[in-house]
Every structure is written in C-alpha cells, then in structure tokens.
C-alpha cells in the first residue's frame, strides 16, 4: 500500500533533504527509520527538497509499503528511531497514484528573520537575522511586481536544476511582529534558491538601499549576477503544501511554533 507522511524538521543538523553518500540528510535518516518498521528498504518522495539548514513544519512524503501495518507504527514506531530533530506527525493510506511532489498544487514557505543590532540566541539556526532597521512598507510595495506567472531567472541559483524558470507566484506578503518579519511566499514551485535569493533584496529595498520598483527591474532583467547575494537559509521553512480535494491526503496540516503563534 502506499502511505503519505507529514514531517516536522530542524533543518540544521542535515545536509538538506536529498539522499547523500555520506548519509546525513533528512531523506536518510527517514529512510533508515522506515526501514526498521517496515522490514526492509524503503525508497520516500517528497513535496519539496529543502537545502541544508533549511526547516520543515509540514513536509509530505509519500511511500510503498512492503507490508501492512497500523497506521500507528508509521508514526510513533519510525518516530522512535529518528533523531531528535525530525518527527513524523501524521500518516494516512492513499491511492496507489498519489505523487506527494507531482500532486502538489501549492507549497507555501515562510521566511522568518529577527532585526537588531545584536544577534539572537535562543533563536539561532531558527530566524535569520540582520541588524539593521527595515522599512515595512517599501518591502510590502515591491512584492507587487512578483506576483502571477513570471520567468523568476533572476533569483535562480546557478546550481537550479529545473527545466523551465517559469513559476507562478500566487501569494506574496510581509507583516512584521515587534523585531521579527515574516515573509510568506505561495507558488505552484520554487527554484533552488528563490525564497532566500528574494529575501536578500527585499532587504536591499527595506533598508533603503534600493527602491521598490527596483524588484520588478530585476524580475524583467532576468539576470541573477544583478540581484542581491543569497541570503541564510536558517529561517526559511517549509510551511505547507496544498493538494486538490481529490488527492488530499488526510494529514494534519502544521503546527503552528510558538515562535510565530
């Protein structure tokens, strides 16, 4: 039978999601506690490869099972031999036909960053951080352009694999609690380093060092070496992922961090 998974994970400790020689990704650690519930190898899909330090609050994965169990044991049974930093929150039987990447209609990732001069502790490798003021409303202003199907070359990593850059940005919003902002971005995908690549210059445009509509130059530009540097991957998260109606798997959906409640 194929089963769907629901994940939570710090990405810090991993080397990104993706299966590695060496072993230490979140993929193989997955697998490896599968293996033990299941009797034997276990191969896992997922909704969306996260890069290292990347966290997740609601991966999807999915997998064929060898052999029937409750669905209990793919919850508390895998949970019991995954490290600290990953947990396996809900599971649910699909149809033999569910993709949990090629289904997905939508994933949602949110980028959480702390502001101020000194940099934070308890949170750290959980936000990103950068010490200047940043301006809200400039930020929120040069989202606009980013919006709909656009070719998104400019915040592509050279690394990006995809076939096409083309994506179509359905959501795109900042608020800001106290010191902390919170970018939410929605798309039917993202490229390798789109999330973290647009971060970086909304920053150049909070801080005053480049003006709203320069976000829109860049996406028309299509030229990578004209925007902004990567920015750290410890506050970005991959917050949900959205399935038609009749392919949903029945998951919980994500638990919301104190952090960010």
């Given at each position: ?16 999601w ?15 506690a ?5 009797g034997?190898?276990i ?20 997998f ?7 669905l ?16 396996v929150v809900g599971a ?17 990732y ?8 000194v ?26 352009a ?9 915040f592509r990593?050279?690394?990006c ?10 959501h ?31 920053l150049r445009?909070?801080?005053?060092r ?14 990578r070496?004209?925007?902004a ?14 399935y ?7 998951l ?10």
């Amino acid at each position: 039978m194929r089963i769907a998974l629901q994940l939570e994970y710090d990405g810090t400790p991993f080397h990104g999601w993706q299966s590695q020689p060496g072993g230490c990704t979140v993929q193989d650690a997955l697998e490896r506690a599968l293996g033990q519930i299941a009797g034997g190898g276990i191969r896992t899909v997922c909704a969306g490869r996260t890069d290292a330090g990347v966290h997740a609050l609601m991966q999807v994965v999915h997998f064929d099972a060898p052999h029937s169990r409750p669905l209990n044991a793919w919850i508390r049974g895998v949970n019991a031999h995954l490290p600290a930093a990953i947990v396996v929150v809900g599971a649910a039987e699909v149809a033999d036909t569910f993709h949990a990447r090629f289904d997905a209609q939508a994933r949602t990732y949110r980028y959480l960053l702390a502001t101020g001069p000194v940099r934070p502790a308890l949170a750290a490798g959980r936000v990103g951080w950068h010490h200047q003021v940043l301006g809200l409303a400039p930020m929120r202003e040069a989202l606009a352009a980013l919006l709909g199907v656009h070719d998104f070359s400019a915040f592509r990593s050279s690394e990006c694999q995809a076939r096409s850059p083309v994506r179509h940005l359905m959501h795109a919003d900042i608020r800001q609690q106290g010191s902390l902002f919170v970018f939410e971005f929605t798309a039917n995908g993202f490229l390798h380093h789109m999330v973290r690549n647009l971060v970086g210059c909304l920053l150049r445009i909070g801080s005053g060092r480049e003006s709203p509509d320069w976000l829109g130059q860049l996406l028309e530009a299509r030229d990578r070496t004209r925007a902004a540097a990567t920015f750290a991957p410890e506050g970005l998260y991959l917050w949900s992922v959205d399935y038609p109606d009749a392919s949903r798997p029945a998951l919980p959906g994500p638990r919301m961090p104190a952090l960010i409640a």
